[in-house]
């Protein structure tokens, strides 16, 4: 009451100063101002108005919310017209409370909801402006308004709005009416409620806020536009912040002293790119997901709580290494895009995923996610009919010869160097050829021709059942479709998938399926589902640990990659497979330890070709800086494969299938077809080897090939494939020539001979200074250099016949 007397007697003040004609003006004016509100109270009370219930039973929408593994980091905020996070009021700063009631309605706790002198003053400051833009609302009312009502300024929906006020109030405590409104109001854009807009402004939730953020908060509902942060008016703002300040110490909510703290306190506001997504490829790749089970209504409105496998500080390596090599690759390589897909073999849970180097650049279509594409995956195939031949029953040790080959029937086996269709005659990579080797040579080195046997061998369909049981499942056509192509990257795969079936490997041949989910809560926190182990063993332990022991062993590929490459690890047991597409328009790279499977592809996104060069040059550094840290969060020097062990049939195999050629003169030299049933290898020779179609296509090279030795057929058992390699002399096989080592990395010295069974050691001199002395094959001994340059190597071999050999080679260290 006392304040409505001081209300009058300021009016009268007022009138008295008017003249005559202005006094008597108003009073009309106010006269019927309060006949039409007066009139205007009882027509609204027999008026149609919403029900206070719509209140309690409305849908309120609520954004998803997309986390990383911990469940602390949002990665995005999935909304459709609005992101908003309801929170109970316990879970909302008092400081956000306090500030928002100090600057919107300082006597909420005590007015019914309508208070009638703010009420007066605005329609006071309506008249005179000729507008509506004075509200006089209490925070009941703006709960009202945004609740139950339009948002529509006129009177009748004003009158709707107080009486609605006054019955929220005598139904509903305070504390539930302030906790609706700190909820819904909106804060700028699609930003609604005090959760999401803590999130958004400073990353942290709503309990954490600050003093200061709590009155920046508070300052931003009047006017979220112009009052915004990364707007052009932060000094109104700061302006408004202070305001609020000032009210809170005038309403005795905060001491001086927290006044003037929070007043001079920097505020730092999140850069707006980081506000927005986080790894966008995985994040649409779960929301993707989560639509085609849950729906897009569900996704877009429900309020869901996602936490996700993601390891973000492993994505933000991720997105480093892609980001550090992307420049150089471009530049070098022609090489315009870069994926990495990071998977826990034990658990099948994608720990990183880069769809591309820029999911904003538009000049490579950076929003498609390469992880997800069908690509060519060139060698990186090779794997799959390795372990399914090794099923089979062959054996690391089984020989099969590397020469210029003619597969087609269409094309005559004579035809070794055409490959246009219809014929096909595949060449490795360097264009050279190694004559017989072993199957675990030929895969170590990535070799071409020995690969299309080992399909040929372990048959088109069971390669592509194999892969299939490891998780691809792209390979849809029938295999005539592919034909001997397929094993050096005939079918299309993409990078998530190939990633998650070299991580079976990597999981002793256990699978377990890529999920990206590890729980999903709907808005009342019932869980919807949870990460669930699905492990089925899909290959016997015995094949996948030779395929393994294959793949790691660091010495098998250094003819062909040396023993410095970024394939190799030094302190971790890491096995890793490259693959180029003949038209370098993929190349690829995927390694596993017991611990982490990493996959990483570069090409270009329309399809156009790079430079020439093997993916071991191309991708590899990349995977390589980004394993790196993988290794180290996700296994350790202690985390090594099983070892394969001794094959049991040993003893009774046909003796092509450990690693001997039969050398008899009344039988010749044969490939493996002549000796074995290609269907079944440990049954012993075929009754008619020539029966088989690709009997005289593979016969007649080797046919070439034996005619040109000079070693065959002498008085020894049947030879090791070694020593019917034609001779090369002695060499250095690491570092090769021009070998540029980065500094700090320690490299190994390997050399050999065509003389291996002489040998006795091998000794290193760089820049004339000895190094040291190797006396078992191959002859490894480890150079640290002191300073970057140029290393001139000299490798001297001892004979036990007394003579010796050497060569010098210059590589860089930089």
């Known amino acids: 009451m006392a304040a409505v007397r001081r209300l009058f007697r300021r009016i009268k003040v007022i009138f008295r100063s008017m003249p005559r004609w202005l006094e008597a003006g108003l009073l009309i004016a106010a006269v019927a101002t309060f006949l039409i509100l007066g009139s205007g109270i009882?027509?609204?009370?027999?008026?149609?108005?919403?029900?206070?219930?719509?209140?309690?039973?409305?849908?309120?929408?609520?954004?998803?919310k997309i986390f990383d593994r911990t469940g602390n980091i949002v990665l995005y905020d999935v909304h459709g017209r609005m992101r908003r996070t309801a929170v109970p009021l316990d879970e909302i700063s008092p400081y956000i409370q306090k500030a928002s009631i100090a600057v919107e309605d300082s006597t909420f706790y005590e007015n019914a909801g309508f208070r009638p002198l703010s009420f007066l003053r605005a329609v006071m400051a309506n008249v005179f402006s000729g507008s509506y833009a004075q509200g006089g609302s209490t925070i009941t009312q703006q709960v009202v308004k945004n609740a139950l009502l339009t948002q529509d300024k006129t009177i009748i929906r004003k009158i709707k709005e107080i009486i609605l006020a006054l019955r929220l109030t005598r139904v509903y405590t305070k504390d539930q009416i302030l906790n609706t409104y700190l909820n819904e109001t909106a804060y700028g854009g699609t930003i609604y409620g005090v959760e999401e807009a803590s999130q958004y402004f400073f990353g942290v939730p709503a309990k954490d806020v600050d003093l200061a953020q709590a009155a920046y908060l508070a300052a931003l509902p009047q006017a979220p536009t112009y009052y915004s942060p990364y707007g052009n008016h932060r000094e109104a703002l700061d302006a408004r912040k202070n305001l609020v300040l000032g009210q809170m110490l005038e309403n005795n909510f905060i001491t001086k002293e927290e006044y003037e703290q929070a007043k001079n306190e920097e505020v730092q506001f999140n850069d707006p790119k980081n506000a927005g997504i986080k790894a966008p490829h995985f994040v649409f790749f779960i929301q993707e997901y989560l639509e085609q089970k849950y729906g897009a209504d569900a996704v877009n409105q429900g309020g869901l709580h996602v936490v996700t496998t993601l390891d973000y500080a492993l994505q933000q390596k991720a997105e480093a290494s892609v980001a550090e090599f992307a420049p150089g690759l471009l530049k070098n390589l022609n090489a315009s895009n870069q994926g990495v897909v990071a998977i826990d073999p034990k658990t099948g849970q994608i720990l990183a995923m880069v769809g591309s180097k820029g999911y904003f650049d538009d000049t490579i279509?950076?929003?498609?996610?390469?992880?997800?594409?069908?690509r060519q995956p060139g060698s990186s195939f090779k794997p799959f009919v390795y372990v399914t031949a090794f099923e089979k029953g062959y054996t690391a040790d089984t020989v099969v010869f590397d020469l210029p080959t003619q597969f087609s029937a269409a094309c005559a086996p004579t035809d070794v160097t055409?490959?246009?269709?219809?014929?096909?005659?595949?060449?490795?990579?360097?264009?050279g050829f190694e004559g017989p080797m072993k199957l675990r040579d030929a895969l170590a080195r990535s070799e071409n021709i020995p690969a299309v046997k080992v399909l040929y061998l372990a048959g088109i369909q069971n390669s592509i059942e194999t892969a299939q049981k490891l998780g691809?499942?792209?390979?849809?056509?029938?295999?005539?479709?592919?034909?001997?192509?397929?094993?050096?990257?005939?079918?299309?795969?993409?990078?998530?998938?190939?990633?998650?079936?070299?991580?079976?490997?990597?999981?002793?041949?256990?699978?377990?399926?890529?999920?990206?989910?590890?729980?999903?809560?709907?808005?009342?926190?019932?869980?919807?589902?949870?990460?669930?182990?699905q492990s089925i063993r899909v290959l016997e332990p015995r094949v996948t640990r030779l395929l393994n022991d294959i793949l790691s062993d660091n010495v098998a590929r250094s003819p062909e990659f040396g023993l410095n490459s970024p394939l190799h690890f030094p302190t971790y047991d890491v096995a890793v497979k490259t693959g180029t597409t003949n038209d370098f328009r993929d190349a690829w790279i995927i390694g596993y330890s017991p611990g982490i499977a990493v996959g990483a592809w570069t090409g270009n996104n329309d399809n156009s070709s790079m430079v020439k060069n093997p993916a071991s040059f191309i991708v590899a550094?990349?995977?390589?800086?980004?394993?790196?840290?993988?290794?180290?969060k996700y296994s350790s020097p202690s985390d090594t494969f099983p070892a394969p062990g001794p094959d049991p049939d040993i003893a009774t195999m046909p003796p092509v299938l450990t690693g001997n050629l039969n050398t008899d003169p009344s039988q010749g030299v044969h490939e493996i077809l002549y000796w074995v049933d290609k269907d079944n290898p440990r049954a012993g020779r075929p009754a008619n080897p020539a029966s088989d179609p690709q009997f005289a296509y593979w016969e007649y090279p080797v046919s070439?090939?034996?005619?040109?030795?000079?070693?065959?057929?002498s008085s020894t058992t049947p030879s090791i494939v070694s020593t019917l390699v034609p001779s090369a002399g002695f060499r250095i096989m690491s570092p090769y020539a021009g070998e540029v080592i980065n500094f700090g990395v320690a490299p190994l010295f390997a050399a050999e001979s065509s003389r291996p069974q002489t040998m006795l050691s091998v000794s290193y001199y760089a820049n004339g200074a000895f190094i040291g002395t190797s006396g078992q094959p191959p002859y490894l001994v480890s150079y640290r250099p002191a300073a970057p340059g140029s290393v001139t190597l000299r490798a001297v071999a001892k004979h036990s016949d007394g003579s010796g050999e050497e060569q010098t080679i210059t590589f860089t260290v930089q």
């Open 704 to 713: 070439l090939w034996a005619g040109q030795q000079t070693n065959l057929g």
């Open 365 to 374: 279509d950076g929003k498609v996610n390469i992880t997800l594409a069908n």
């Open 42 to 64: 009882i027509w609204a009370t027999v008026m149609p108005i919403p029900a206070i219930n719509n209140f309690e039973n409305r849908q309120v929408a609520q954004s998803t």
């Open 621 to 632: 550094p990349m995977w390589h800086d980004f394993m790196v840290e993988a290794l180290s």
């Open 472 to 533: 691809i499942t792209t390979l849809t056509e029938p295999a005539n479709h592919y034909g001997l192509t397929l094993v050096l990257g005939g079918g299309g795969v993409n990078l998530l998938e190939m990633t998650g079936a070299y991580s079976v490997f990597a999981n002793d041949g256990v699978k377990n399926p890529a999920t990206g989910i590890l729980r999903v809560e709907d808005t009342s926190g019932n869980t919807l589902e949870t990460y669930q182990e």
């Open 418 to 431: 055409n490959g246009t269709y219809p014929c096909y005659a595949p060449t490795n990579f360097d264009g």
